[in-house]
């Protein structure tokens, strides 16, 4: 069964993303040479092949909701904002979910933001998007609310079975924005947003009981090209743009394969495709949220930017988001 959400276009709402933030746990290992993890040596060149130079590992005290509290108060640092701002806390999160309570209420008070709502959201990899237009639709929908927090935080270290090259791919990290009611007539902020689900292709990637270790099948690198392009188009099309209209490319970051897959179906150039898979792996949820935060730091990114990012997710979940920064 394909069961499609039809996108918001929230243009003319006055939502843009006010604050960026990240957090990458201490640990970072580095793949140089001969590689040594969970009990199996990989040859020097094995993580060049896969495209990841290092990536974060959480120690034991970075815990989800401690590595979401770190992301969430950058983004409020940069956005000029106290926690108690905050109307709404939104966790996306997929690698350590539990049954109660929900992980969005520690975050938020830990973070002081006492009077906001706080839950989690899932979908998988794609949990970025599934919680920025969560929170659009709140915040949209409700004249008192002003500001949501946005955290995107996943430990996809231990979602890796031992003994496969996922060891040298999956990294841990969280990222955070915050986003905000402004100016209606701002060119800038949140454009549009569209999350669809497809159930039939829901064991494509799966991670159940009781190791929880991820188990992709192989068709999973041409459905997660299909439907990251599926994703583009529509995004494109529905707001008359082309994909030489847009600045950048900032998506949910698979692996090498998916990357040129996405790169020749949008004629994109390899200039236009920002990721930091090379240097933090694929961190799940986490992975758009960073980038922006870090690219953003950086230079790279800047003011004015036009960004479409696309992600997939275990559900099977494919999405995107459409902004000017």
Same mark, same amino acid.
């Given at each position: 069964?394909? @069961?499609? *959400?039809?996108?918001?276009?929230?243009?003319? *709402?006055?939502?843009?993303?006010?604050?960026?933030?990240?957090?990458?746990?201490?640990?970072?290992?580095?793949?140089?040479?001969?590689?040594? /993890?969970?009990?199996?040596?990989?040859?020097?060149?094995?993580?060049?092949? +896969?495209? /990841?130079?290092? +990536?974060?590992?959480?120690?034991?005290?970075? *815990?989800?909701?401690?590595?979401?509290?770190?992301?969430?108060?950058?983004?409020?640092?940069?956005?000029? #904002?106290?926690?108690?701002?905050?109307?709404?806390?939104?966790?996306?999160? %997929?690698?350590?979910?539990?049954?109660?309570?929900?992980?969005?209420?520690?975050?938020?008070?830990?973070?002081?933001? #006492?009077?906001?709502?706080?839950?989690?959201?899932?979908?998988?990899?794609?949990?970025?998007? #599934?919680?920025?237009?969560?929170?659009?639709?709140?915040?949209?929908?409700?004249?008192?609310?002003?500001?949501?927090? /946005?955290?995107?935080?996943?430990?996809?270290?231990?979602? !890796?079975?031992?003994?496969?090259?996922?060891?040298?791919?999956?990294?841990?990290? !969280?990222?955070? @924005?915050?986003?905000?009611?402004?100016?209606?007539?701002?060119?800038?902020?949140?454009?549009?947003?569209?999350?669809?689900?497809?159930?039939?292709?829901?064991?494509?990637?799966?991670?159940?009981?009781?190791?929880? %270790?991820?188990?992709?099948?192989?068709?999973?690198?041409?459905?997660?090209?299909?439907?990251?392009?599926?994703?583009?188009?529509?995004?494109?099309?529905?707001?008359?743009?082309? *994909?030489?209209?847009?600045?950048?490319?900032?998506? #949910?970051?698979?692996?090498?394969?998916?990357?040129?897959?996405?790169?020749?179906?949008?004629?994109?150039?390899?200039?236009?495709?920002?990721?930091?898979? !090379?240097?933090?792996?694929?961190?799940?949820?986490?992975?758009?949220?960073?980038?922006?935060?870090?690219?953003?730091?950086?230079?790279?990114?800047?003011?004015?930017? +036009?960004?479409?990012?696309?992600?997939?997710?275990?559900?099977?979940?494919?999405?995107?988001?459409?902004?000017?920064?």
């Amino acid at each position: 069964m394909h @069961v499609r *959400t039809e996108g918001r276009t929230w243009t003319g *709402t006055g939502l843009r993303f006010s604050g960026l933030g990240h957090y990458f746990p201490r640990n970072r290992r580095f793949h140089d040479g001969e590689v040594t /993890v969970g009990g199996r040596t990989y040859p020097p060149g094995a993580a060049d092949e +896969l495209g /990841v130079r290092s +990536l974060h590992v959480a120690d034991e005290d970075e *815990t989800l909701e401690f590595m979401a509290v770190q992301a969430a108060r950058a983004a409020l640092e940069d956005a000029g #904002h106290d926690a108690s701002d905050a109307d709404l806390v939104v966790l996306a999160n %997929w690698t350590d979910r539990q049954w109660i309570p929900e992980i969005a209420p520690g975050v938020a008070t830990a973070l002081g933001a #006492h009077g906001a709502l706080a839950f989690d959201v899932c979908g998988a990899c794609t949990g970025f998007v #599934h919680g920025v237009q969560t929170a659009a639709a709140m915040l949209n929908g409700h004249p008192g609310w002003r500001r949501a927090v /946005v955290v995107a935080a996943d430990r996809f270290t231990r979602r !890796a079975r031992p003994g496969t090259r996922g060891q040298l791919v999956f990294g841990d990290a !969280a990222g955070a @924005v915050v986003l905000e009611k402004g100016d209606p007539d701002d060119p800038s902020g949140l454009l549009d947003s569209v999350l669809d689900c497809d159930s039939t292709e829901a064991d494509t990637v799966a991670a159940r009981p009781p190791e929880g %270790w991820l188990r992709p099948k192989p068709e999973l690198i041409d459905l997660a090209v299909r439907s990251s392009l599926k994703v583009a188009d529509n995004v494109l099309t529905r707001n008359g743009l082309k *994909t030489s209209d847009i600045d950048w490319l900032v998506p #949910h970051p698979g692996n090498n394969a998916i990357h040129a897959g996405v790169r020749d179906g949008l004629d994109l150039p390899r200039e236009k495709f920002l990721t930091n898979f !090379a240097d933090r792996g694929n961190t799940g949820c986490a992975s758009i949220p960073i980038a922006l935060s870090e690219f953003s730091r950086s230079g790279v990114l800047s003011p004015g930017d +036009l960004v479409l990012s696309t992600a997939v997710g275990s559900g099977w979940y494919y999405g995107g988001l459409l902004y000017r920064l």
